[in-house]
């Protein structure tokens, strides 16, 4: 009796899996992206104006910061929710915060008129981009991985990362267009039609969301919470996990955030900071599913450790290259810094995904990602603006934390098991990648 083995063609149609996974992402993403740059170049001055630039900037990279402290919780509440009942309903939902606290962020007024509450407000709802953020890229990324067919469960799962990706180019793209705005009309405005422009797109993701198939019940749930049974058998994986996306939340952070800041110290003007953004974006989102594709040949821990060494490597050439001010040097920077930041964050959703099986998965890799992003990519802006500061303008502190960051997602990913042959049914169990496609 021949029997047709579904494993091996998506569940839903692949236009369907990018527009739930990457395209809303995407929109999440923006809303992160814009409010990153936006603590680089324009909150130091309309909501902690008493204080020095870069002073005023390391505190709007702190407030920044803050949204991290909300996503493990968010991480730990929509992970259950996706486990124990509905990832589609969770996915819908973190859509519908994220875009109503970034509507509302630009329409906060700032500190010249509302004083200390300005920032505290600021604050608050950048917590709630944080907490809906906590739940999104779980769901998302399960949505690629749980519906790819065998052999390409990277390349699946990278649509996350593409979603990123393009949420950074859309989100530069609009900001650059912005700064060619007389600086008071920016100030006075201008920032916040990006702002708006966020909470608007969100509902394009919230409408494809909702037109997709509620998933198929798993035939096991996890008894009680699924979080709780994960840390009880999969305790290394957890550990290493978080280890995991505390390196790369790092390596992107500095990468995407605090080069904005570098850029103008070094004299480049907003307009041109931005333009260099929006390019390294867009290698990026090139560049993440030609990584992940690499990975489902070759192995996750093999891209992700060279892809992250080289990227701890040329770090420390990346500065001066920046500050030649040669066009050609300077692009090519930035676009080498961002495929090589795309070789782990590519592999990271498969990767993670694949060490815990479909009952607790949602729970394990929406906590420990979320975790390692709160302590890695929540301070990454901030210590490297302090760091800056701390060497007198000199970038080598900077690099040298890079490095250090980079050790870390290296030696957790080695320790984590290589799951590129095992079969879908068997991740997070005893298989062997030999019996990853028998029957």
């Known amino acids: 009796m021949n029997r047709t083995d579904t494993s091996t063609r998506p569940k839903i149609s692949t236009g369907k899996i990018f527009m739930v996974a990457g395209f809303g992402t995407a929109m999440e993403f923006y809303d992160f992206t814009i409010y990153g740059l936006a603590a680089a170049l324009i909150f130091p001055k309309l909501f902690f104006p008493d204080f020095d630039p870069l002073v005023g900037t390391i505190i709007a990279f702190a407030a920044f910061g803050s949204g991290f402290l909300a ?20 996915l819908i939902t973190t859509l519908i915060i994220m875009g109503t606290s970034t509507f509302l962020i630009g329409c906060l007024p700032g500190y010249a008129t509302l004083g ?45 990362s593409m979603g990123i990706g393009l949420g950074s180019l859309v989100g530069s793209g609009v900001f650059a267009l912005l700064t060619l705005m007389p600086e008071e009309q920016l100030l006075a405005y201008g920032w916040r039609i990006a702002f708006w422009i966020g909470g608007a797109l969100v509902l394009v993701g919230v409408i494809a969301r909702t037109r997709m198939p509620q998933e198929e019940p798993s035939e096991h749930k996890a008894t009680g919470a699924p979080l709780i049974q994960a840390l009880r058998k999969h305790p290394k994986q957890i550990l290493l996990a978080i280890g995991v996306a505390f390196g790369y939340n790092t390596l992107a952070y500095i990468g995407s955030i605090f080069t904005v800041t570098y850029a103008e110290q070094r004299d480049y003007s907003p307009t041109v900071s931005m333009v260099l953004q ?159 496609f028998a029957n």
């Open 116 to 160: 200390v509450v300005a920032p505290i407000l600021l604050v608050l709802l950048r917590l709630l981009q944080g907490f809906s953020a906590g739940g999104e890229w779980g769901g998302a990324s399960l949505t690629g991985v749980e519906n790819a067919p065998e052999h390409k469960r990277g390349l699946f799962g990278s649509f996350t």
């Open 278 to 436: 929006v390019l390294g974006a867009a290698v990026f989102v090139i560049a993440a599913p030609l990584m992940a594709s690499l990975s489902d040949k070759y192995g996750r821990k093999r891209v992700v450790g060279w892809g992250t060494a080289l990227y701890a490597g040329f770090f420390f050439l990346f500065f001066p290259m920046v500050d030649g001010h040669v066009v050609w040097m300077v692009v090519l920077a930035y676009a080498l810094i961002n495929i090589f930041m795309a070789a782990p964050q590519g592999c990271i959703p498969a990767f993670l995904s694949e060490q815990f099986p479909r009952e607790t998965r949602m729970s394990a890799i929406s906590a420990t990602y979320q975790t390692g992003a709160a302590l890695g990519g929540g301070t990454a802006a901030t210590v490297a603006a302090a760091l800056f500061a701390a060497f007198g303008g000199n970038p080598i502190g900077v690099a040298l934390y890079t490095a250090l960051a980079s050790l870390v997602l290296i030696g957790c990913a080695a320790g984590l098991r290589e799951t590129h042959k095992v079969a879908t049914r068997n991740l997070g169990t005893t298989a062997t990648p030999q019996e990853a």
């Open 71 to 90: 996503r493990p919780l968010g991480g730990i509440v929509f992970g259950h929710f996706g486990d124990k009942y509905s990832r589609r309903t969770v």
